[in-house]
Protein backbone atom coordinates (compact mmCIF):
# COMPACT_ATOMS: atom_id res chain seq x y z
CA UNK A 1 0.00 0.00 0.00
CA UNK A 2 1.41 3.10 -0.72
CA UNK A 3 1.05 5.82 1.72
CA UNK A 4 0.59 9.44 1.01
CA UNK A 5 -0.74 12.13 3.63
CA UNK A 6 -2.57 15.17 2.32
CA UNK A 7 -2.80 17.80 5.17
CA UNK A 8 -3.57 21.70 5.53
CA UNK A 9 -7.20 22.02 3.57
CA UNK A 10 -9.21 24.04 5.19
CA UNK A 11 -11.84 27.12 4.20
CA UNK A 12 -9.94 29.66 1.91
CA UNK A 13 -11.66 33.16 0.74
CA UNK A 14 -12.11 33.78 -3.21
CA UNK A 15 -9.28 35.84 -3.91
CA UNK A 16 -7.04 34.18 -1.08
CA UNK A 17 -4.63 31.29 -1.02
CA UNK A 18 -3.86 27.72 0.18
CA UNK A 19 -1.26 25.57 -0.15
CA UNK A 20 -1.43 22.02 1.31
CA UNK A 21 0.97 19.84 1.34
CA UNK A 22 1.55 15.92 0.56
CA UNK A 23 3.64 13.93 2.25
CA UNK A 24 4.83 10.10 2.15
CA UNK A 25 6.39 8.37 4.68
CA UNK A 26 7.45 5.54 3.11
CA UNK A 27 9.12 6.46 -0.26
CA UNK A 28 11.13 9.53 -1.42
CA UNK A 29 8.88 11.32 -3.84
CA UNK A 30 11.08 12.84 -6.43
CA UNK A 31 11.74 9.37 -7.72
CA UNK A 32 7.68 9.25 -9.06
CA UNK A 33 5.21 10.88 -10.91
CA UNK A 34 3.47 13.03 -8.30
CA UNK A 35 -0.27 14.65 -9.03
CA UNK A 36 -3.12 16.38 -7.40
CA UNK A 37 -6.80 15.82 -8.81
CA UNK A 38 -10.20 16.96 -7.30
CA UNK A 39 -13.72 15.46 -7.07
CA UNK A 40 -16.45 17.75 -6.35
CA UNK A 41 -19.95 16.37 -4.38
CA UNK A 42 -21.82 15.15 -7.07
CA UNK A 43 -19.16 15.52 -9.65
CA UNK A 44 -16.75 13.46 -11.66
CA UNK A 45 -13.12 12.85 -10.49
CA UNK A 46 -10.94 15.77 -12.15
CA UNK A 47 -7.18 15.96 -12.66
CA UNK A 48 -5.43 19.31 -11.47
CA UNK A 49 -1.50 19.49 -11.93
CA UNK A 50 1.20 16.84 -11.77
CA UNK A 51 4.90 16.90 -12.00
CA UNK A 52 7.24 14.33 -13.22
CA UNK A 53 10.59 12.91 -12.11
CA UNK A 54 12.32 16.05 -14.05
CA UNK A 55 10.05 18.58 -12.67
CA UNK A 56 7.75 18.87 -15.72
CA UNK A 57 4.36 19.97 -15.00
CA UNK A 58 1.07 19.09 -16.76
CA UNK A 59 -2.09 21.07 -16.20
CA UNK A 60 -5.21 19.19 -16.33
CA UNK A 61 -7.66 21.77 -16.64
CA UNK A 62 -6.57 25.32 -18.53
CA UNK A 63 -8.60 26.96 -16.11
CA UNK A 64 -5.74 26.27 -13.15
CA UNK A 65 -2.95 27.92 -15.23
CA UNK A 66 -1.68 30.57 -13.71
CA UNK A 67 -3.50 30.46 -10.55
CA UNK A 68 -1.75 26.85 -9.47
CA UNK A 69 1.30 25.70 -8.88
CA UNK A 70 2.64 22.07 -7.63
CA UNK A 71 5.63 23.24 -5.52
CA UNK A 72 8.24 20.13 -4.72
CA UNK A 73 10.46 20.45 -1.91
CA UNK A 74 12.56 17.46 -1.97
CA UNK A 75 14.29 18.15 1.53
CA UNK A 76 10.79 17.87 3.25
CA UNK A 77 9.84 15.30 0.71
CA UNK A 78 6.78 17.12 0.11
CA UNK A 79 4.49 18.19 -2.73
CA UNK A 80 2.54 20.65 -2.42
CA UNK A 81 -0.53 22.04 -3.75
CA UNK A 82 -0.53 25.96 -4.01
CA UNK A 83 -4.09 27.78 -4.87
CA UNK A 84 -3.35 31.41 -5.61
CA UNK A 85 -6.93 33.27 -6.23
CA UNK A 86 -9.14 30.26 -5.35
CA UNK A 87 -13.05 30.32 -6.52
CA UNK A 88 -15.82 28.56 -5.18
CA UNK A 89 -15.91 26.60 -7.69
CA UNK A 90 -12.60 25.16 -7.26
CA UNK A 91 -14.48 23.69 -3.69
CA UNK A 92 -13.58 19.76 -3.95
CA UNK A 93 -11.82 17.62 -1.91
CA UNK A 94 -8.33 17.04 -2.93
CA UNK A 95 -6.49 14.19 -3.52
CA UNK A 96 -2.29 13.63 -4.00
CA UNK A 97 -1.78 10.35 -6.22
CA UNK A 98 1.39 8.76 -7.38
CA UNK A 99 2.53 6.98 -10.67
CA UNK A 100 5.20 6.53 -13.25
CA UNK A 101 4.19 9.31 -15.26
CA UNK A 102 2.07 12.12 -15.86
CA UNK A 103 -0.41 10.34 -17.70
CA UNK A 104 -3.31 11.86 -19.74
CA UNK A 105 -5.95 10.69 -16.25
CA UNK A 106 -4.93 9.69 -12.85
CA UNK A 107 -4.48 6.49 -11.31
CA UNK A 108 -7.86 4.44 -10.66
CA UNK A 109 -6.64 2.34 -8.08
CA UNK A 110 -7.22 4.17 -4.77
CA UNK A 111 -3.90 2.11 -3.21
CA UNK A 112 -2.06 4.99 -5.39
CA UNK A 113 -4.13 7.95 -3.53
CA UNK A 114 -4.10 9.52 -0.28
CA UNK A 115 -7.08 9.92 2.12
CA UNK A 116 -7.97 13.68 0.75
CA UNK A 117 -8.28 16.88 1.68
CA UNK A 118 -11.43 18.88 2.10
CA UNK A 119 -11.27 22.70 0.51
CA UNK A 120 -14.11 25.03 0.77
CA UNK A 121 -13.18 28.43 -1.14
CA UNK A 122 -16.03 30.97 0.36
CA UNK A 123 -16.34 34.03 1.67
Known amino acids: QVQLVESGGGLVQPGGSLRPPCAAPGFTLVDFAIGWFRQAPGKEREGALC????????YYPDSMKGRFAIPRDNAKNTVSLLMNNPKPEDTAVYYC????????????????WGQGAQVTVSS
Open 51 to 58: ISTRGDIT
Open 97 to 112: FRDYGCYAEPPDMEEY
